[in-house]
């Protein structure tokens, strides 16, 4: 579907999608048509199934509304009688509409690459960037230093950094394409050994060992909100976003390692605990994650890969494969490239060959910056296209 939904959506199937099944398809990175055919599609879709105002803004939220062409936008978007009935769409468009020159039609896949933010905490040194070239680039300091164990997670082209042991209600925002750092809004509880993630444009910051709330943030808002709670204390966990879904995975769960997987779901702001369990008990938990696949490090030298699919809302989680590699404690983070998983510690980068199940030899350089690693989130950045 990532290579022919230009064709789907000429066929007029799309039509016959249901909405998770539209979610699921249009919220992939893979995607190869241009965003404009993409929104199309979406435009298609409601026309014709005329859902809920709250479900038309989860999938606009899906599409990437800053690579569209932006005539189309004045043409054929702006004055629809989708967006017309809509404000909350209204808003979103014209904030693109009045924040970017014309552009023509972008595509996700080829315009994008990957860059890892390491949590490299050393006082107010809170990130180091390793590119896509793999090479280390240096990222100011922070304005404050949030002490040990801050969460991060990236969002368009900034990353949100939640909590830490001595500032728990601290969020710190950096913009990587200015290199600058902003103070952001207090969340509402304490935070630290927590976990982030994103889903439909929000940054979301999830329990840890002083609240079991999960608090919510978009980008146009000014405060967190609480919209959710794990009920029960989870510290090192790995959060994984499967559609409008996130999948709280593993980590200590009163003090001992957990195999549990809680789903929260940000739309209606429930959490459930799934059936299926992790293959493995973890005291603390990170992983990578490139839907269907995701592979997952604990602290008892465990590596899994897990395959995880969503049918209709229906969340599958099927177990691939465990490995045994070796224990980085609770200071380290994942990433996957070029076919291995590679480990960022204090001391350097270890690699991982996943079609082996084995470790090869790293030559990767060594970050210039020294402090514990306390996780690794991944942003892709737009090249600038002349």
């Given at each position: 579907m990532a290579k022919k939904f230009a064709d789907?959506?000429?066929?007029?199937?799309?039509?016959?999608?249901?909405k998770d099944e539209l979610l699921e398809i249009i919220s992939k990175e893979e995607m190869e048509c241009?965003?404009?055919?993409?929104?199309?599609?979406?435009?298609k879709?409601?026309?014709?199934?005329?859902?809920?105002?709250?479900?038309?803004?989860?999938?606009?939220?899906?599409?990437?509304?800053?690579?569209?062409?932006?005539?189309?936008?004045?043409?054929?978007?702006?004055?629809?009688?989708?967006v017309y009935k809509n404000k909350s769409v209204q808003v979103m468009i014209q904030?693109?509409?009045?924040?970017?020159?014309?552009?023509?039609?972008?595509s996700r896949v080829s315009p994008k690459i990957s860059d890892v933010f390491?949590?490299?905490?050393?006082?107010t040194s809170l990130l180091s960037s390793f590119t896509s070239d793999n090479k280390w680039e240096a990222v100011p300091p922070a304005p404050v230093d949030p002490g040990k164990f801050y969460s991060a997670a990236g969002l368009g082209d900034k990353i949100y950094i939640t909590g830490g042991f001595d500032k728990r209600k601290c969020t710190l925002i950096y913009d990587t394409i200015t290199k600058v750092w902003i103070v952001g809004p207090d969340l509402t509880h304490d935070h630290c050994f927590h976990c982030m993630a994103t889903a439909n444009s929000k940054v979301y910051s999830i329990g840890g060992q002083y609240s079991n709330t999960i608090e919510e943030l978009s980008d146009s808002e000014t405060h967190w909100q609480v919209v959710g709670d794990l009920g029960l204390t989870r510290l090192f966990t790995f959060p994984v976003t499967v559609g409008e879904n996130i999948l709280v995975m593993g980590g200590r769960k009163y003090s001992v390692g957990s195999d549990l997987i809680q789903c929260f779901n940000t739309r209606t702001h429930t959490v459930s605990q799934l059936n299926t369990k992790l293959p493995c008990s973890s005291e603390s938990l990170r992983g990578s994650v490139h839907l269907p696949d995701v592979y997952l490090l604990d602290y008892d030298r465990h590596v899994m890969h897990l395959q995880v699919t969503n049918t209709d809302g229906d969340i599958q989680i099927q177990v691939k494969s465990t490995a045994e590699w070796k224990s980085f404690n609770y200071y380290f983070g994942v990433t996957q490239r070029d076919g291995s998983l590679l480990c960022f510690t204090k001391d350097g980068i270890s690699k991982f060959n996943v079609a082996e199940g084995k470790e090869e030899q790293s030559t990767f350089s060594k970050s210039p910056r020294s402090g514990e690693v306390y996780n690794v989130c991944t942003k892709s950045s737009r090249k600038t296209l002349h």
């Open positions: 789907f959506v000429q066929t007029g199937n799309v039509v016959q999608l249901t241009t965003e404009d055919i993409i929104l199309k599609g979406a435009m879709w409601i026309e014709h199934n005329n859902p809920e105002p709250d479900d038309v803004k989860v999938i606009f939220e899906n599409v990437h509304l800053d690579i569209v062409d932006s005539q189309f936008l004045i043409d054929d978007v702006v004055f629809s009688d989708i904030k693109v509409l009045r924040s970017q020159c014309r552009v023509s039609a972008r390491v949590l490299h905490h050393n006082k």
